[in-house]
């Protein structure tokens, strides 16, 4: 299909499920254990796509900063396998959990490697390797920039209220990082860690901005609007398969069956989705399924998904 067509099209289909999201009242709870993200209006809802051609469509409130939470993950993930290769997989592993995303019960059966980069426990032990050499303040400072420039915006920035609510509160993440500790897979303080992870959490993007940062995992590794390469054709891929099968915890499975692309959730109700090959897209709608990611987020995907026929298993 000529390419202004598909646009037209993809266009149509986000307003069209925009407007749909916004009639629905069924919209799951906001999070409330970090007390800051239980403040956001429920009754939000954004979409944008960034497509490899260089279009940037949205609809809603696609230009409303929210705490991005664990899609962070993604891109911590990204700077440290740029950091210490393929030498992180010794320290986290690489399975879907089939637990929540703050479990601590599989650590102690598999001596203190969290299963994956994406729940809490993984993304405490990537925050340690990016500490390595640095301050705290550093390595938060070197994500921040990251994400910005992956974004090509200056204006994104950390929540610190936000980040000042979860640590606070965040005696489940104080007590998986303290496990880990003791079976020495934290080389740094716990609480220097966690001070990492807390503020990376905490980024206010728009889904305008975290469709942008995500374009160069449509587009195998390289921003399309530069050509520069971010990360090998490779890494891209492989990123891309561990958001599929990890990146919404216990409901990773359901998101690939409904959905069929890569996404990765966070409890501010964001979710990140790339099509290879084609666009970048971020949804934000603050109610929660059980499984604490975006209800009306992942019913919007799955919407999108069908309307343009979108599927990493589509011939
Ligand atoms: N699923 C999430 O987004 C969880 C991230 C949140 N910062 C936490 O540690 O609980």
Redesign the pocket.
Known sequence: MPELEQAARLDQALAEVAAEMAERTDRGDVAT??PQLGKVDPRKFGIAAVTNDGRVLVAGDADQAFSI??ISKVFTLTLALGNVGDALWQRVGREPSGNP??SIVQLEHENGIPRNPFI?AGAIVISDILLAGHQPREAIGEILRFIQFLADDETIIIDREVAAS?RAT?YR?FALANYMKSFGNLHHAPELALGV??HH?AIAMSCRQLAMAGRFLANGGRNPATGHSVVSAERARRIGAMMLTCGH?DGSGDFAFRVGIPGK????GGILGIVPGVASLAVWSPGLNAN?NSKLGSIALEKLAKMMNWSIFAP
């Open positions: 254990y970090i939470q664990s995303f703050n809490n979860e965040g993440n992870y807390f959490c915890y959730s966070g409890v501010g604490g």
